[in-house]
């Protein structure tokens, strides 16, 4: 086993961890290549993964909109150098409560456009009573979904702000293995 080994078993597992929230493998490959390796350009990235430019690029800017690598500064050298974020709580609360605030804002705005067609379908005089019951039934099925949407709004500001970590605060178990 070598270091290289060693790396490349944590980088192959943060790009599994990143594929099961829908970020690509390659965007979670280039994640965890930064993770290691600390600030580098597009050419080094390419370089160290085999990946093409443009490849590189929209993974970059992926993970920059998540909030999980940021463009960075290197004295002397003109190409943008990216860091990865190394602290995973951070990581967390940027990369999770993004993903829920996308959620909820799809969400609830289905359920708003989806309730008021249903609320014209209740109300039309020229609409049976059963399509009108039908109607009734699937606005009152999304109204009882609204509740999960502001419970996970309020979530994902907390964990945006660290104030789930007052809550649910961090430290290793007492048993922890090494």
Known sequence: MTIAD???LVIDSLAETM??????????????TMYFEGDMTLDEMRDKLGMS??????????????NVVKKTFRRGQRKHTYVAERD???????FFSHKWEREVDLNL????TAQEQLLSIIQSESISDEVKQEAQ???DVLEGSKPYYYWLQRLAA???TGEIFEII???PPVNEEK
């Open 109 to 112: 705005e289905a359920i708003r």
């Open 137 to 139: 039934e699937i606005y």
């Open 53 to 66: 430019k443009p490849s590189m690029s929209t993974g970059v800017k992926k993970l920059q909109d998540f």
């Open 169 to 171: 605060p961090f430290y």
């Open 19 to 32: 594929d099961l929230y829908g970020v690509t493998r390659s965007a979670g490959s280039l994640y965890g």
């Open 158 to 160: 907390m964990v945006k």
């Open 6 to 8: 060693a790396k490349d």
């Open 88 to 94: 995973f709580f951070r990581f967390f609360s940027n």
